[in-house]
């Protein structure tokens, strides 16, 4: 086989999702952050959210393997994002202390500065949801290139509120998955008067445990409400708050219904919970907006059902992320 010959073959093979290295949807690997406009992140952390289950630090890992076989286009956006933008894996944060929570979240930080420097916004796939903390630190508020040095508004799905600032750690943890929502704002990372909680689920924590979001200012569309507005109203309630600021998705999947994740390290039953179908409708209400930078937390493979859906519905989320970015990148081409 000549040299032309072998790249032929290989090119010929590289659409399917069993050949190959897998990397996030296939994308080409380079971990240079001045080589992307949007870099796929991989961050393996599982010692945040010590309370409960650990194998968070699998995610990336999930996702990689089932995002090789997922679409390559946007059918509603008219949009294949890799035609659009340059998009790379650029591998995992390295965690070499990766037992040790607030020292971990400080690595996560300095390795997503890299990226912020070089004007190239992430895609996160976690790992506990401490690791959001980190990265808002590094790609928004004072001196954040993405973010042109404003605060962001955050959009923020999940059954659970994490800004439990009136507890002074998390089993140790002083930067948990319980604290990122509150030290965010208080540090000037993120404007509480843009952003909204979305999905949170009446019967966690203890009566009350929503007043120290609504005591920072943030904006809760639980799950009694949003089962009366319904995908739609929370769009229009989204896009009225964030107005012309810079926004960065989180999504925590145990937002979604068990249904759709069961693989998640905080699993909510009883309560319904947003379906995977509403939620893609939800992230496609945000068109047009200036999305810096997004992460989809608390996948956990060793409890996923055999079909692996919720990393496939972890990718999908992903995705929808990716393609918000490009398509704003395309219209302001």
């Not at 971990?31 to 796929?40: F, G, M, Y």
């Not at 996948?299 to 970015?325: H, Y």
Request: charged share 25%; net charge negative; glycine share 10%.
């Amino acid at each position: 086989m000549t040299d032309e010959e072998l790249e032929r073959a290989k090119a010929e093979m590289a659409r399917w999702y069993w050949w190959g290295i897998p990397t996030f949807f296939r994308a080409p690997w380079n971990e240079d952050p001045a080589a992307s406009d949007i870099a796929l992140v991989g961050v393996p952390h599982s010692s945040g959210n010590g309370s409960t289950e650990r194998d968070q630090h699998l995610g990336p890992r999930a996702v990689r393997h089932v995002s090789a076989l997922y679409r390559r286009g946007h059918g509603r956006f008219g949009l294949i994002p890799w035609d659009v933008a340059r998009i790379s894996d650029v591998g995992d944060v390295p965690l070499p202390e990766a037992m040790v929570n607030d020292v971990s979240i400080r690595h996560i930080e300095a390795f997503m500065k890299r990226f912020d420097a070089a004007g190239t916004r992430v895609v996160s796939i976690g790992g506990d949801h401490s690791i959001t903390g980190p990265i808002l630190k590094a790609v928004a508020g004072p001196n954040a290139r993405l973010s042109g040095g404003r605060p962001v508004a955050l959009v923020h799905f999940d059954s659970h509120t994490d800004t439990y600032h009136h507890l002074p750690h998390w089993l140790g943890n002083k930067r948990s998955a319980a604290h990122w929502g509150s030290y965010t704002v208080e540090e000037g990372h993120v404007d509480p008067a843009r952003s909204t909680q979305v999905g949170i689920r009446p019967n966690v924590g203890t009566p009350g445990s929503r007043n120290a979001s609504e005591e920072l200012g943030y904006r809760i569309i639980g799950m009694d409400e949003y089962e009366e507005i319904g995908p739609a109203g929370v769009i229009a309630a989204l896009r009225e708050r964030i107005g012309d600021a810079p926004v960065y998705i989180t999504f925590d999947l145990d937002s979604l219904d068990p249904c759709d994740a069961p693989g998640v390290s905080n699993l909510e039953p009883g309560y319904a919970g947003i379906r995977i179908g509403d939620a893609v409708r939800m992230l496609q209400g945000l068109r047009g907006l200036d999305i810096i930078g997004g992460d989809v937390v608390c996948l956990m493979p060793t409890k996923d059902s055999p079909n692996q859906i919720t990393a496939m519905n972890a990718m999908v989320v992903m995705f929808e992320i990716v393609c918000l970015m490009a398509d704003r990148m395309r219209a302001r081409a």
